[in-house]
């Protein structure tokens, strides 16, 4: 074997560090460049930067990995509970507890394996001093009752500033059931960060209601992050076709899904009654034909001023990254970027150096940094 196929070839498995390839594309506010930092992550699904600049990272089929700022993978992280790797099931998103630094506690979600197929799940464990493994395992939520089949297990983890976690959920393709609060489909979950339930959650004390529901009639949410300005959570949810929308979810309020909304079957039909009806939320912002928004964050950096306070939304179909400016609630403009990336994109995360770092969906996936074009 030639020395540049043995390199090419390492680097595809990950087993060393890529060299910096870059590419520079222009956009509305900014030129750009797209770098590679690291491949060979099998569909990675959740990111998230550790105090030292490392980034924890899932792989779906159920792997988390410590990514170093070189690209290099560590070898995945012990501990990781078995996860049903089915459809868009699997390991999915991680985040840290706000008190990392401190009590090194990790967040994550996945499609736990069960009676009847699969759920989703949310986890905490410690992750030990070394990196190498998970230590105390607490599942702390899981979807009742499950469902077999691939579809819709939502799974974004986000912390309030108060210190309360949301978890969002799928109707795990049974959309029929995404306005029954007796059972878990198509929610945003809040809970105490030790999972227990909050006494102030909406549902708390209504008769048959799951007390873990925030908000109801959610399809299947992808995306979610707080507003840099408000606090209030946002959230990004794909619809059916011609439906995915932007909402913020309030307490105990319900989305509508599936009985308002603009989006249609895949075979054409129309969904449910139409677009409005009293008690149901209006999304803030929506997409016709749909786009599959995935993962979303707000972008508040130093890297690109003219991004600031605007949403970043990772898109999967349609494969391109797209930013919303914002005025107090309302969406004022949509620009589409990144079409000739031409890899479906699966979250989006601000890095705490101000750059943007994306994860493309593919079995041989990639993390992308955007830096300003200098
Ligand atoms: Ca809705």
Not at 97 to 120: K, Q
Not at 263 to 274: K, M
Not at 352 to 372: A, F, H, K, Q, W
């Amino acid at each position: 074997m030639k020395a540049s196929a043995a390199i090419a070839l390492l680097a595809a498995i990950g087993a060393i560090a890529p060299s910096a390839h870059a590419e520079t594309v222009r956009t509305e506010k900014h030129e750009i460049r797209v770098v590679t930092v690291a491949r060979g992550l099998e569909h990675p699904w959740g990111l998230a930067f550790l105090p030292d600049g490392r980034m924890l990272v899932t792989e779906r089929p159920g792997r988390m990995r410590i990514v170093a700022a070189n690209g290099q993978l560590s070898p995945p992280i012990a501990g990781v509970p078995e996860v049903y790797p089915r459809g868009q099931g699997g390991l999915l998103d991680v985040t840290l507890h706000p008190g990392f630094a401190r009590n090194r506690l990790v967040y994550f979600c996945y499609a736990e394996p069960g009676p009847g197929g699969a759920g989703t799940a949310m986890a905490l464990a410690r992750l030990s001093d070394d990196g190498t493994r998970l230590e105390n395992l607490k599942v702390i939520f899981s979807q009742q009752p499950k469902a077999g089949g691939g579809l819709h297990f939502g799974c974004r983890i986000v912390f309030a500033r108060d210190g309360r976690v949301f978890l969002t959920l799928g109707e795990r393709g049974q959309m029929d059931l995404a306005q029954d609060v007796s059972i878990h489909r198509g929610q945003v979950i809040r809970l105490e960060a030790d999972g227990r339930v909050p006494a102030d959650n909406p549902l708390v004390g209504r008769n048959g209601a799951r007390p873990e529901i925030w908000s109801y009639g959610h399809r299947n949410v992808q995306g979610a992050a707080l507003h840099p300005q408000t606090g209030k959570l946002w959230t990004v949810e794909h619809g059916p076709a011609g439906g995915d929308e932007v909402n913020i979810p309030l307490a105990g309020r319900n989305y509508g899904w599936p009985v308002i909304g603009i989006g249609r079957h895949y075979h054409g039909a129309p969904i449910g009654i139409g677009t409005h009806k009293a008690g149901m939320e209006q999304p803030v912002y929506n997409w016709n034909p749909a786009i599959a928004p995935a993962g979303m964050d707000f972008y508040t950096g130093d890297q690109f001023p003219g991004w600031r306070g605007n949403m970043l939304i990772a898109v999967l179909r349609q494969q391109m990254l797209v930013r919303l400016e914002l005025a107090g609630e309302k969406v004022v403009r949509e620009e589409r970027m990144l079409r000739d990336v031409g890899d479906r994109l699966r979250h989006v995360r601000q890095g705490p150096d101000g750059y943007v770092y994306i994860l493309t969906d593919e079995s041989n996936g990639r993390i992308l940094r955007l830096e300003p074009a200098r």
